[in-house]
């Protein structure tokens, strides 16, 4: 057995075996209707049980899933900044992190088109109890992260985690994914935890564990959906914090999340890769002081990337308007589309609720914020 059984994909010569124990599957069906409406399930079912690797299953069935859930929930795909990557080459992609399946799947679908190595993607434990999702998971290079852990469990955890990252990249010249901070943005503050940046350097034998960094190819990446597709299942949670309250997720609450997230209207969607950490990276390794304070100025430096990075929308925009009562923005929408994002709004939102309005609002207008206090600060500055 390897040590990363508990968390792995499967290998290629597992893939088989795991696609024939849910071919037949009900949601595995459904899934393929979306994807292949003109197909037979016949057709499709034959394919997949001649599929023999993970790469020909992403390719041949996830990457036209996705496709169709571009088509189908949003008003497309842009992206930019894919030309600063190179074949053949690994890189640890830090993202910003608002839907559970699209954020990753977007980034391997762009991946792909543009001929570069695919990812080996974190996912929380919790949103694959299912035994028909945890197969697609680990079908789909997902490798799972352990939620609710508490002290040694919790080390170990983190512990595992990072030497399969390190493997994955140093290794088997495998790109990967995870977010800047456990779990999804609830406010539109994307900031990049410790944490996170702490795990991820566990590994590292020596004195000098932020060395880590500096052996490996960091990419932050922004993703922007002009409209959030689950913007009103974060309400609960919102509601619960502004009394004080300890949030209690619903049974199916994570696997409602997921299915909004897929199939919720989207809009315009924006892919942005940020460029390679490298300068920066070796520039705090230089800097005379504690570990600690090296991973911060590292989340910070991060933090400004994907700030910078993020493709602003009307929908940011017209909200930052709304929140702070001015036009300071108007020249960036149309009444036709402040109209429409009003609508949303009012459609979503209990006007009558202040606390939930302005959180509505302020979800869409932060990144509006953050994005010009990155442009006011740049890398060497901040790096000082």
Partial sequence: MSQFDSIRPFYDVEANAAI????????????????????????WKDLMVHTHSLRDFQVNFIYPGVQKVIEKSSDGLSTGGFEQLQPNTAYLFISNHRDIILDTSLLNSCLYENSLILTTSAIGDNLIQKPFLHTLSRLNRNFAIKRGLQGRALLESSQLASAYIK?????????????????????????????????????????NPFGYFE???????????????????????????????????????????????????????????NGLLDKEIQEISKMEISQPDKLSKLAETIDQKIWAGYKLWPSNYIAHDL?????????????????????????????KNDFLVKSFLAMYANPVNNQKAALQTSSPSSLS
């Fill in 215 to 273: 052996k490996i190819k960091v990419v932050p990446i922004s993703i922007s959906y002009e409209y959030d597709p689950t913007d009103v299942l974060k309400m609960p949670e919102w509601l619960a914090k502004s009394r004080d309250e300890k949030y209690i997720k619903s049974e199916n609450e994570d696997f409602m999340n997921l299915l909004r997230g897929i199939m919720g209207t989207k809009k315009r969607i924006h892919l942005q890769v």
């Fill in 323 to 351: 929140l702070y009562g001015d036009n300071e923005y108007v020249e960036f929408y149309s009444e036709e589309e402040k109209s429409s994002f009003e609508k949303r709004m009012h459609e979503k939102v209990n006007m």
């Fill in 20 to 43: 024939r124990k849910i071919v037949d599957d009900p949601m595995l069906e459904a899934m393929m209707s979306f994807t292949f409406p003109n197909d037979t399930k016949e057709h």
């Fill in 167 to 207: 493997k994955s990249l140093l290794t088997e010249n495998r790109s990967v994914w995870t977010a800047q901070r456990e779990g999804r943005t609830k406010d539109g503050n994307d900031a990049t935890h410790r944490g996170v940046l702490k795990m991820l350097t566990l590994s590292e034998e020596g004195a």
